[in-house]
């Protein structure tokens, strides 16, 4: 099986443009969730989506936004970029609602905003 | 979720056992604790989970005390590319979504 797969690896944007990352889960996983990872901040979680549904929500601005397509495969939207957006996205994904289910993480998406 | 406590940093001779060890004493009857690692500019990998008895896999072996609150991760023979983050995290039993509340961590250095 495929693993967690991000894209773009790397990308570079400048402040005040706006940024979609995107992430195809492992085949027959509806869960989708998503984090940020700064030297500051370490790994914090943005969102996650099931079933095309957002489930739970970190404490982002709204400049963070996300959704899921049918196919359960998802994008995350960063608007008006600031500096301090900076940092690796990761998106990870797991079968589902089962409890006790392990969740993968894909390598992630390097954000540079200059 | 709980939280979690663990040592910043550790060392480990290369070959010998890597024991880590995690606090969470605030632990709920139906919290799971799990364990990932991350390599320097990778995503998280997972290790191991488990709830209440021991656990083992191809990578590591997670022990629970009776209490449950606190748990040892054994990299039984350590090896350089074990040097990463270790991450311990509990997460509860339910179906209110999957969220993971990472701490700082545990730094290991494996040493040749």
């Known amino acids: 099986k495929a693993g967690v797969t991000q894209t773009p690896r790397y990308l570079i944007k400048t402040r005040g443009q706006q940024v979609t990352l995107s992430c195809s889960p492992i085949?027959?996983?509806?869960?989708v969730s998503w984090y940020q990872q700064t030297p500051g901040q370490g790994l914090q979680f943005l969102f996650e989506?099931?079933?095309?549904?957002?489930?739970n929500k970190g404490n982002f601005p709204g400049r963070f936004s996300g959704r899921q397509f049918s196919n359960s495969r998802s994008e995350m939207n960063v608007s008006t970029l600031e500096l301090g957006d900076s940092a690796l996205y990761l998106c990870?994904?797991?079968?589902?609602?089962?409890?006790?289910?392990?969740?993968?993480f894909g390598e992630g998406s390097w954000l540079t905003v200059v | 979720d709980a939280k979690t406590t663990q040592p910043t940093s550790m060392d480990c001779a290369e070959g010998r056992a890597a024991n880590l060890p995690c606090n969470h004493s605030t632990i709920s009857g139906n919290e799971y604790v799990y364990w990932y690692r991350q390599i320097h500019s990778q995503g998280p990998q997972y290790i191991i989970h488990g709830l209440k008895n021991n656990e083992t896999n191809e990578m590591a072996s997670l022990i629970i005390t009776e209490d449950r609150k606190s748990s040892t991760l054994i990299l039984p023979h350590a090896t350089l590319r074990d040097t990463a983050v270790y991450y311990c995290?509990?997460?509860?039993?339910?179906?209110?979504?999957?969220?993971?509340?990472f701490g700082g961590g545990t730094r290991l250095m494996v040493k040749p």
């Open positions: 990870a994904s797991s079968e589902g609602a089962i409890s006790g289910n392990t969740i993968y």
């Open positions: 085949s027959g996983h509806r869960s």
């Open positions: 989506y099931f079933s095309e549904t957002q489930r």
């Open positions: 995290i509990v997460r509860a039993d339910n179906n209110a979504g999957n969220m993971l509340t």
